[in-house]
């Protein structure tokens, strides 16, 4: 099955600065890349997406860019602020024969925006 | 617009015990799917649900169940609970694009 493999674990930048998070992925049928956000006692929250026939999208402050021939992508953020702070998570997602469609996730990056 | 909403945020059982979660997604989205959460296996697939069907299962034993409703709504069921079981129990749902996942039911096994 899909494997998704996330670094860093944890990333403590200065704010103002940019933070990088990098995931790769193991199945090459995967074609939907979104990127959460999970706040203490919250639910995971949707910031970005990428499908696979498109290489970069930006949305404000955050950015992510694919490369599927090495099966990796990544999360930029960039002037962050401290209400950035907060866990992380890449997934992929993969259709499956039933249809639908499952999100295979990263292990997460606890972001600490320091002032 | 509402967003997904699952019921009780928090609930303790003892072993042995059974559990009943409910998930209400966003109005019109028919796809609804199930993941558990813990610090030391992360965010896993239990299943998915559309038009009251079972799409797609995870990896998990047959004493996690769950069904769908006319309405969209979802029910989760752990039987014969265990202390692993203890877990931040997540539901999302989606019209067939991303995914938007309520705050989750905190399950507790003592």
């Known amino acids: 099955g899909e494997n998704v493999e996330q670094h860093p674990s944890t990333l403590s930048v200065q704010e103002g600065d940019s933070a990088v998070i990098k995931c790769t992925y193991s199945d090459s049928a995967s074609n939907y890349f979104p990127w959460y956000k999970q706040e203490l006692g919250k639910g995971p929250q949707l910031i970005i997406d990428i499908r696979s026939n498109v290489g970069e999208k930006k949305d404000q402050r955050i950015a992510v860019t694919l490369n599927k021939t090495a099966k990796h992508f990544s999360l930029h953020i960039t002037e962050t602020q401290p209400e950035d702070s907060a866990v992380y998570f890449c997934a992929a997602s993969i259709g499956l024969t039933g249809g639908g469609n499952k999100l295979t996730f990263g292990t997460g990056t606890q972001l600490k925006v320091e002032l | 617009k509402a967003g997904v909403t699952q019921t009780p945020r928090y609930l303790i059982k003892t072993r042995g015990q059974q559990v009943t979660l409910s998930c209400s997604p966003i109005?019109?989205?028919?796809?609804v799917s199930w993941y558990q959460q813990t610090p030391g296996q992360g965010l896993q697939f239990l299943f998915e649900y559309f038009s009251e069907t079972q799409r797609n299962k995870g990896n998990f034993p047959g004493r996690f169940s769950g069904r769908q409703f006319s309405n969209s709504r979802s029910e989760m069921n752990v039987s014969t609970l265990e202390l692993g079981d203890s877990a931040l129990y997540l539901c999302a749902s989606s019209l067939g694009g991303g995914y938007t996942f309520g705050s989750g039911t905190r399950l507790t096994v003592v």
């Open positions: 109005s019109g989205h028919r796809s």
